[in-house]
């Protein structure tokens, strides 16, 4: 009888070979003098082997995929062990097979000039120098401009250059990770390894046509890689390098903060950015603009934007033809009533529903944020100490617009994220505070200040580092405070019953992982802790303020439940999780407030009564307590303090100066 090949009886032929591939690697392991332990492993994988080969031979029957699926299984299994192995034993060395390396490719570097047979390129901020071969006209190498650079297999010489000389010119609107939108060219693809240059330049303005940069000579330095953040929202003088249709670099322009400030308006219930319907009117003429095309609207007109996923995504800009009109948003409620905007409304379709976006002068924004921001019938000096703070604030977010609203084309957005924008309607005495600190900033060493605020304090500032985790600001600092006395708020107290805590926690505690997962750490069974997603701790056993900052604000406290044991971090996660809700707090003054969703100020104590489930909770002030206590400013100007005066007081080192 012939003997059948392993051609007809597969998983012979492949018994065969992974016999004959231990044996290999067992013979190349001794030839290295492996230990004993090493031999016994492979010893063990051939005995898995030979025992899958009898249960085959005894009957199991499988169909042929499933054998070779086992099989390949079986291979790779013993490949790591021989591997681990291997790695075990630190005298054991097989030979590395050869593998020919890629070439290098060095992208977006900046192409900085040639020297003879020299091609010289920053990388990283590194000047280096390579070869240029025959092959390449170095007189038809442009320089001065971004490029890829592919090197030969010893990284000596220049293989392959792409030049990249192209750019182009226009505001900044949006800026997210992926793309870019540039007015005039519309959104643009970010290209991965794309990189951002601050040049050195001289005073020339002439455009040479070998330079990209637009004739602004090098001046004896190097270029600078910057971060994308300074690619700022509402900048305009920057050049983008542009290839194969995307940005793959950004020459950065002369430093300047945008002219006008662009505003995210929220829903009705300020929780999305995204609109099903917008309505806007108003008491002049006014006009639609699409790209080149534009339509008049009559006084009293109604223009209706509806969300359409079938129609181009495109943005519509909306405009007052009298610039001292404004625009109403009918759609839209702020107070029981329809909000009024100054500058220019855009309108961005999307395919999650329609942007709305308020583009305007930063004075005329302050005009919007003041009267929501504090009471209009404060004294004039306190607003204006306002007016200060919040111009101080918009700037310092014009100047680093890249955080969530970037991307969606905004420096701000219109909710306590922020500042709260039109949430009331403008008022003749906030508008001239505006009107008398016009251009008027917080300055600290030069620098623009961070100039917080909050409603009420309970007799101490608290430290930046605190409550944000910051490292020290010189003038964010926990002081004892004079002023605050005959606020309600500066005490009061609320009891929660446990269960309602346990709710909360439910309803918001994965929410508050997501936004920041190492503000709250789980217990793991050796007693560390860890960050992972987590939506419940189940029963409460105890409730424990467990850290204290300056000023006796809570930092860290300690949740232990049933199912889980939490560390939380950050007086805002704190007040979130212990929120009253619609249990009364009794203030100083023996009024009752319900219907709150953080507690008022995390200057707390608190008691748990276990018989009872109850949580005994004493606090003080409003707010996060970090800068000017807003009642205390109102106290501070009607004692007849001005408002350089109750600057000084609650940001010590400080000066207010005109803005640059």
């Not at 390949?72 to 050869?98: K, Q, T």
Request: contains cysteine; hydrophobic residues 30%.
């Amino acid at each position: 009888m012939e003997k059948r090949s392993d051609f007809c009886y597969p998983r012979r032929g492949i018994f065969r070979k992974q016999q004959e591939y231990v044996k290999l690697v067992r013979k190349e392991l001794q030839k290295v003098g492996t230990d004993a332990e090493n031999c016994r492993r492979l010893e063990r994988m051939q005995g898995i082997a030979e025992s899958l080969k009898k249960e085959v031979r005894d009957g199991m029957k499988f169909r042929k995929a499933g054998i070779y699926s086992i099989v390949l299984g079986l291979f790779c299994i013993a490949g790591l062990l021989v591997w681990d192995c291997m790695r075990e034993e630190e005298n054991v060395r097989l030979p590395v097979p050869v593998v020919k390396e890629e070439n290098t490719i060095y992208k977006n570097v900046y192409i900085d000039k040639i020297e003879g047979s020299k091609l010289l390129f920053y990388n990283g901020g590194t000047l280096e120098t390579v070869n240029i071969p025959d092959s390449i006209q170095t007189g038809e190498v442009k320089t001065k401009v971004l490029g890829d650079i592919c090197l030969n297999e010893d990284g000596t010489s220049v293989e392959k250059l792409s030049l990249k000389p192209d750019t182009i010119t226009g505001r900044v609107l949006s800026v997210g990770t992926k793309k870019i939108e540039i007015e005039g060219y519309g959104k643009l693809p970010i290209e991965k390894e794309a990189k951002v240059y601050k040049l050195p330049e001289t005073e020339a303005d002439a455009v040479d046509e070998n330079n990209a940069t637009g004739g602004k000579e090098m001046a004896g330095g190097e270029p600078e890689e910057k971060s994308w953040k300074e690619v700022l929202v509402g900048s305009k003088n920057h050049q983008f390098v542009v290839a194969d249709k995307k940005v793959c670099g950004v020459f950065l322009g002369e430093e300047s903060v945008p002219e006008q400030i662009r505003v995210v308006i929220t829903g009705n219930s300020h929780k999305d950015y995204f609109h099903s319907k917008v309505v806007i009117t108003c008491d002049g003429g006014f006009v639609r603009e699409v790209g080149n095309k534009k339509k008049n609207y009559a006084a009293g007109k109604k223009l209706t934007l509806k969300e359409n996923a079938g129609k181009k995504k495109t943005r519509i800009r909306i405009y007052p033809q009298n610039k001292e009109d404004v625009l109403k948003v009918t759609s839209l409620e702020r107070n029981q009533d329809a909000p009024t905007y100054r500058g220019v409304l855009e309108v961005e379709r999307t395919k999650k529903g329609l942007l709305l976006v308020n583009e305007l002068s930063v004075e005329d924004y302050l005009c919007g944020v003041l009267p929501s921001e504090m009471p209009a019938e404060y004294d004039a000096e306190a607003l204006k100490a306002q007016a200060v703070c919040a111009r101080s604030y918009a700037y310092q977010q014009m100047e680093t617009s890249h955080g969530n609203c970037a991307k969606y084309g905004g420096n701000v957005d219109d909710t306590t994220a922020y500042q709260v924008y039109k949430n009331q309607p403008e008022q003749p005495s906030t508008n001239q505070a505006v009107e008398e600190t016009k251009g008027e900033v917080l300055t600290y060493g030069g620098k623009i200040a961070s100039a917080y605020y909050y409603a009420v304090s309970g007799g101490y500032s608290a430290k930046a580092s605190d409550v944000w985790g910051a490292g020290t600001i010189g003038y964010l600092v926990s002081k004892k405070l004079d002023y605050d006395e005959s606020s309600p708020w500066y005490s009061w107290k609320t009891v929660l019953d446990i269960s309602q805590i346990e709710r909360n926690i439910d309803n918001i505690l994965r929410e508050r992982w997501k936004a920041a997962p190492d503000l709250i750490l789980t217990k793991k069974g050796n007693g560390s802790f860890e960050s992972k997603d987590i939506s419940t701790v189940g029963k409460i056993d105890a409730i424990k303020i467990t850290e204290y900052g300056e000023g006796k604000i809570a930092k860290k406290m300690l949740i232990k439940g049933s199912k889980a044991t939490i560390e939380v971090s950050s007086e805002y996660n704190i007040r979130a999780l212990l929120a009253p809700g619609n249990t009364s707090i009794k203030r100083k003054d023996g009024s009752n407030v319900k219907g709150q969703t953080l507690l008022p100020s995390g200057f707390i104590t608190l008691k748990e009564d276990r018989k009872k489930g109850l949580c005994y909770i004493r606090g003080k002030g409003m707010g996060h307590g970090v800068g000017m206590s807003q009642f205390g400013a109102g106290v501070m100007a009607k004692e007849g303090k001005n408002y350089t005066e109750i600057l000084s007081y609650y940001f010590p080192g400080t000066k207010v100066c005109a803005a640059q």
